[in-house]
């Protein structure tokens, strides 16, 4: 952990309800499990429906119709999606379009592939696949793994029984195990149960993480010492190549510990599951230029309206917090956006001296099944005193609740993730926002928790005496009477005036605060008086007011209960 930033709650849910590379998927279309790899013979196609082998991402031509019909039959079997002049029932075994989920179809040899066109040596082929690229060898998408300098490491869980729960986070802990100096500089997944194992993360750990024994679930982030990330993998990602002058540091000088995180979605919730799913990580002793690390900009706070077609929200991450968190210049060479399936636009942009730099993210259609990961060979520079702003837009039509922030595929979030070098020993890699609140802010160290005036910790934990006493005074006014009295009123207008109840902090402490609800009922109490020009309105009203200052004076006791708690959970 560096200083004391609480474990952000952030994993990147990767819930891809239509990656055909699911077994269950595979087993919609005949011989589903039998399809080859055009590219090489002597491997499956696992993901028909995905340009990518292993799923995930966009979707190929026979996808693309398997997502509008995903019953066998009909234009499903009859089309030639790829244009090879054969139709995707002949390819797979079921030229009649006969064929019956469960059962054996006519032909199980010579299975050819419905989203590929072949011969690829073809003219029309060629055409028709420019979306495809065969591989020369596995690690074509980053050369400079098969350097002979470098060499490979898996880290993976422990063998472990899947819960039979929707969603579950497993974290196991790792030293690294090489005396030395190292970069790493990319990354493979080893995907073992590929029916729950949805992405992976590799957490950098502070040199006093508790070692644990075996895996453990955790939250979204596995330890406190362990909020560094350092690799990331999802769904349709061959894995991760880093800029050729960075590297993540690892051993006598860098991370001695690992955690690795791997999400599991059981959407069937079975209990026979079983995963030991992990990352290869590739490193070198020949050290890169920089060390690399990456940061998080984004919102927090999210609540989102129902049946709303449009919604945006915003967050920056200002030049007090680039000032205090960046010594030097850093250089984006990574980014990619995380919003989940209400997101429908994002957009990061660099800010200096107020006026437009450039965008660093901008997908202007966001596909939560296909995120595009951007990659800077000219890093992008962000200078101590830049502005860093994220947007995202969501639509809530046809649904209708609200939404608020949450890790769950129902909940939403607003975050994109830059990797940048050099990394910068700051306090803090999360340059995030909880309303207006900035987190750089309310953790950074010289202020001492003490965020415009607010001693924020000691508000929200009771230890605040100023704080505890107005909250007493407020307390004993407005619980007391079956309306807003002239004290009540009084003692709420002296309370608003606390540094902690107004500016930036307040969005924060007033949802942490556990005495706001309290306050805000007894604010509203003051606020709605009966309409005495109207007698049935004011009857009604008062009748309301009695029946909510009634509730207020039921829980008074209660709530003077609670405020002794404050005062007894002070530390001399």
């Known amino acids: 952990m560096i200083g ?29 499990d039998k399809v080859p790899n055009p590219c090489n013979k002597n491997e499956l196609w696992t993901a028909v429906g995905h340009t990518t082998i292993e799923g995930g991402g966009r979707r190929n031509p026979f996808g693309q119709v398997f997502q509008n019909q995903k019953t066998w039959g009909g ?43 072949e011969p690829m040596d073809s003219e029309r082929c060629k055409e028709k696949n420019s979306w495809l690229r065969c591989p020369e060898d ?25 819960p039979a729960t929707s969603t579950t986070w497993m974290c196991q802990i790792l030293p690294w195990p090489e005396e030395g100096d190292f970069h790493v500089i990319g990354s493979k997944p080893l995907v073992d149960n590929a029916d729950v194992t949805h992405h992976m993360i590799v957490f950098g750990c502070g040199s006093t993480v508790s ?30 190549c880093l800029h050729k002058e960075e590297g993540f540091r690892m ?44 940061m998080v900009v984004g919102q927090k706070y999210l609540e989102l309206p129902p049946n709303a077609p449009v919604v945006t929200v915003n ?44 965008n660093i993210t901008n997908d202007e259609v966001y596909d939560y099944n296909s995120p595009f990961f951007y990659r800077f060979d000219k890093p992008i520079e962000v200078r101590p005193g830049d502005e860093i702003r994220t947007t995202c837009t969501y639509s809530t039509v046809g649904i209708n609740r609200t939404i608020f922030y949450g890790v769950s595929i129902k909940d939403e979030m607003c975050y994109s993730f830059l990797t940048y070098f050099p990394h910068q020993r700051s306090y803090t890699q999360f340059c995030t926002t909880f309303k207006d609140t900035q987190v750089c802010k309310r953790y950074l160290p010289r202020l001492q928790g003490v965020y415009d005036d607010c001693s924020w910790r000691a508000f929200i934990n009771g230890k605040d005496m100023t704080a505890v006493e107005m909250t007493k005074r407020v307390v004993t006014e407005c619980g007391k ?92």
């Not at 000032?323 to 636009?345: C, D, S, W, Y």
């Not at 009203?541 to 008074?556: I, V």
């Open 75 to 117: 234009m499903l079997c009859d089309s030639d999606s790829d244009g090879d002049g054969i139709t995707n029932g002949a390819e797979l075994g079921d030229p009649d379009c006969d064929w019956v989920k469960g059962r054996t179809p006519k032909r199980t040899e010579n299975i050819t592939h419905p989203g590929i066109c």
């Open 251 to 294: 051993g006598s000088k860098g991370y001695t510990h690992v955690a690795l995180q791997v999400h599991w979605n059981n959407i069937n919730q079975r209990s026979t599951y079983v995963d030991g799913s992990g990352i290869q990580v590739f490193y070198t002793n020949k050290l890169r230029k920089y060390d690399s690390v990456i």
């Open 138 to 162: 596995p690690n074509a998408f980053c050369p400079e793994l098969s350097k002979p300098d470098v060499k490979s490491l898996d880290l993976k869980l422990d063998k472990t029984r899947v």
């Open 211 to 240: 070692q644990r024994p075996g895996p453990y679930q955790c939250n979204m982030v596995p330890d406190r010492e362990c909020q560094d990330i350092l690799l990331t993998w999802t769904m349709g990602s061959k894995g991760e």
């Open 4 to 32: 004391n930033v609480p474990a952000l709650t952030l994993t990147v849910s990767i819930l891809s309800a239509t990656v055909v590379c699911f077994k269950r998927f595979q087993l919609e279309i005949p011989n589903g």
């Open 481 to 572: 009477t079956d309306s807003c009295s002239a004290s009540c009123s009084d003692a709420l207008d002296v309370m608003s005036k606390h540094p902690c109840m107004h500016g930036e902090i307040h969005g924060y402490v007033s949802e942490k605060w556990p005495m706001m609800k309290q306050v805000r009922a007894y604010r509203k109490m003051c606020m709605n008086p009966p309409d005495v020009s109207n007698p049935s309105s004011a009857g009604a009203k008062a009748e309301d007011s009695k029946s909510g200052s009634a509730h207020l004076s039921n829980n008074y006791l209660a709530v003077i209960s609670a405020v002794m708690l404050f005062l007894r959970s002070i530390v001399v």
């Open 315 to 358: 967050s920056s991450c200002p030049a007090f917090c680039t000032e205090n968190m960046f010594q030097k210049p850093i250089f984006i060479t990574r980014a990619v956006n995380h919003m989940h399936t209400l997101g429908k636009k994002q957009q990061v942009a660099l800010y200096r001296d107020g006026g437009f730099v450039r």
